[in-house]
T-cell receptor, first 115, second 116 residues
């Protein structure tokens, strides 16, 4: 089944404790991205990657890191989480060959609470 | 800068009523793409439709229909004969052709509650 998976789905942590949220897709998509969802703000892009070893900042990158060592994986790293990073996080992927704004398919979401 | 506004934060209807969710966008690009996503209570985001700026034909898919009006920068979504399973948060989103990051700019979402 074609899908985007994220782990963990739920995470409670404390301020300053490094964490990684994994994202994996099995559709051979070039493009992957991370968004966070906050009430009333919709989703905002954190980072994106157009292909292996190519990453760039989205709208709200502060406090986050990413890496793209393999095509299928795009982990989101919070080196020193803070309470304002409490949010619902979504990973997404899409084909990104010649057509702009290809439809992005989203993972199930990771709900993070930073105490 | 691109912007999407969904002025209705919450709508409540009774089953079988028709309901329209409004979406107004701002962009300087002449080529852009508009999307609707559904987020049911389980939390995942379900893709509903993608429309490019050169295709102003309205679209119908079962009980769902979309009205794209460039003149008013709107891309409204209508559910006909609503059902309880339509209860969800609906997001409208925009992506500009010039945006190398393929970034989707989302509206704040409209929570639709369909009561039996």
């Amino acid at each position: 089944e074609a899908q985007v998976t994220q782990n963990p789905r739920y995470l409670i942590t404390v301020t300053g404790k490094k964490l990684t949220v994994t994202c994996s897709q099995n559709m051979n998509h070039e493009y992957m991205s991370w968004y966070r969802q906050d009430p009333g703000l919709g989703l905002r892009q954190i980072y994106y990657s157009m292909n292996v070893e190519v990453t760039d900042k989205g709208d709200v990158p502060e406090g986050y890191k990413v890496s793209r060592k393999e095509k299928r994986n795009f982990p989101l790293i919070l080196e020193s989480p803070s309470p304002n990073q409490t949010s619902l996080y979504f990973c997404a992927s899409s084909l990104f060959v010649t057509e702009p704004a290809e439809t992005q398919y989203f993972g199930p979401g990771t709900r993070l609470l930073v105490l | 800068a691109q912007k999407v506004t969904q002025a209705q934060t919450e709508i409540s209807v009774v089953e079988k009523e028709d309901v329209t969710l409004d979406c107004v966008y701002e962009t300087r690009d002449t080529t852009y793409y508009l999307f609707w996503y559904k987020q049911p209570p389980s939390g995942e985001l379900v893709f509903l439709i993608r429309r490019n700026s050169f295709d102003e034909q309205n679209e119908i898919s079962g009980r769902y229909s979309w009205n794209f009006q460039k003149s008013t920068s709107s891309f409204n979504f209508t559910i006909t004969a609503s059902q309880v399973v339509d209860s969800a948060v609906y997001f409208c989103a925009l992506s500009e052709d010039e945006n190398a990051g393929n970034m989707l700019t989302f509206g704040g979402g409209t929570r639709l509650m369909v009561k039996p």
